[in-house]
C-alpha cells in the first residue's frame, strides 16, 4: 500500500486548509486510515482517524471541534478539513493507514506511512 498526501500549505491564524490522502495497492489491507502530526522538537501527536465505513472518527483533544475527518464507505481516500487554524497547528501532517489492532489514537497501530505535507500557520 502507498499513501500520497496533499494539500498542506501556509495560511493566516484563523484561516482554514484541507488536506487530502489516497491510497494505492492493497488498500484493503487497512482497517482504518488516520493523520499523525509532528512539529519541530515534538513527539509524534494523533490528529484524526476514521474507520473503513466512515462512520466512526476520533480525534485529538487540541484538534476537536476544528478539525473533521471524512471518509466515503470502503473508498481508499480521506479528507482532514482544518479550520480556526492556530499557529499551534504548524507542523509536518502525515497520513497513515492502520493495519493493526490497536486503539486508533495511537501511532503503533498504523503500518503504513506517507510521506509527510508541510502546513504553516503565521499569527
Known amino acids: 500500500v502507498q499513501l500520497q498526501a496533499s494539500g498542506g500549505g501556509s495560511v493566516q491564524a484563523g484561516g482554514s486548509l484541507r488536506l487530502s490522502c489516497s491510497a494505492s495497492?492493497?488498500?484493503?489491507?487497512?482497517?482504518?486510515m488516520g493523520w499523525f502530526r509532528q512539529a519541530p522538537g515534538k513527539a509524534r501527536e494523533f490528529v484524526a482517524a476514521?474507520?473503513?465505513?466512515?462512520?466512526?472518527?476520533y480525534y485529538g483533544d487540541s484538534v476537536k471541534g476544528r478539525f473533521t475527518i471524512s471518509r466515503l464507505p470502503r473508498a481508499s481516500r480521506i479528507d482532514l478539513q482544518m479550520n480556526d487554524l492556530k499557529p499551534e497547528d504548524t507542523a509536518i501532517y502525515y497520513c497513515?493507514?492502520?493495519?493493526?489492532?490497536?486503539?486508533?489514537?495511537?501511532?503503533?497501530?498504523?503500518?503504513?506511512w506517507g510521506q509527510g505535507t508541510q502546513v504553516t500557520v503565521s499569527s
Open positions: 497513515a493507514g492502520k493495519t493493526g489492532t490497536g486503539d486508533y489514537i495511537y501511532a503503533r497501530a498504523y503500518g503504513v
Open positions: 495497492g492493497r488498500s484493503f489491507d487497512m482497517n482504518g
Open positions: 476514521v474507520n473503513p465505513s466512515g462512520g466512526l472518527t
